[in-house]
T-cell receptor, first 112, second 113 residues
Framework: AQTVTQSQPEMSVQEAETVTLSCTYD???????LFWYKQPPSRQMILVIR??????QNATENRFSVNFQKAAKSFSLKISDSQLGDAAMYFC?????????FGGGTRLMVKP | DAEITQSPRHKITETGRQVTLACHQT?????MFWYRQDLGHGLRLIHY???????NKGEVSDGYSVSRSNTEDLPLTLESAASSQTSVYFC????????????FGQGTRLTVV
């Protein structure tokens, strides 16, 4: 079975600084996707960024980028120029097939 | 706009009672999922469906059941609520292709007393 691990239960960052959230996963599949979801206090799950395993280029969405290391099964999220609105739970998720497998989440706090 | 809605948003029930949480989506997605969210565990899959009349057990299915009689709805039933089922429940849907985005409802906070 696939597993997703987020080893940092909590992280904090100063506003305007950069922070990196870690995620590792275990799979025997060769074709899969990885996602980062954001969950603000409203509980809404918001897709931040996705990465296809076959693409070597790291995905980027504005201030959000990933460092995808396929051999190491590592998928970290970098948030640049952190804003107060980035404060949330962040979940890493794995997809091979029709369902998502989630990590335990990282709570990000942003200090003004 | 298409959406996925859950009801109720909050519910308190007593141990041993049967409870049903509703999930309705207007995306016309074939795939629907139920997850529970608990601190430190992220979201864990309870049940899922790939289409009408199709249901499958997920990682934490004991004590839960679902039925899929149409494309739009996947109600989740707790047969006999237990305190261990106190959690936040999320319904999600997706089009089904690998890598497509899953859309989530707003969640239902269930408290079993």
């Amino acid at each position: 079975a696939q597993t997703v691990t987020q080893s940092q239960p909590e992280m904090s960052v100063q506003e305007a600084e950069t922070v990196t959230l870690s995620c590792t996963y275990d799979t025997s599949e060769s074709d899969y996707y990885l996602f980062w979801y954001k969950q603000p206090p409203s509980r809404q799950m918001i897709l931040v960024i996705r990465q296809e395993a076959y693409k070597q280029q790291n995905a980027t969405e504005n201030r959000f980028s990933v460092n995808f290391q396929k051999a190491a099964k590592s998928f970290s999220l970098k948030i640049s120029d952190s804003q107060l609105g980035d404060a949330a739970m962040y979940f890493c998720a794995y997809n091979a097939g029709n369902m998502l497998t989630f990590g335990g989440g990282t709570r990000l706090m942003v200090k003004p | 706009d298409a959406e996925i809605t859950q009801s109720p948003r909050h519910k308190i029930t007593e141990t041993g009672r049967q409870v049903t949480l509703a999930c309705h989506q207007t995306w016309n997605h074939n795939n629907m999922f139920w997850y529970r969210q608990d601190l430190g565990h992220g979201l864990r899959l309870i049940h899922y469906s790939y289409g009408v009349q199709d249901t499958n057990k997920g990682e934490v299915s004991d004590g839960y059941s679902v039925s899929r009689s149409n494309t739009e709805d996947l109600p989740l039933t707790l047969e006999s609520a237990a305190s261990s089922q106190t959690s936040v429940y999320f319904c999600a849907s997706s089009a089904g292709s690998l890598g497509t985005e899953a859309f989530f409802g707003q969640g239902t906070r269930l408290t079993v007393v």
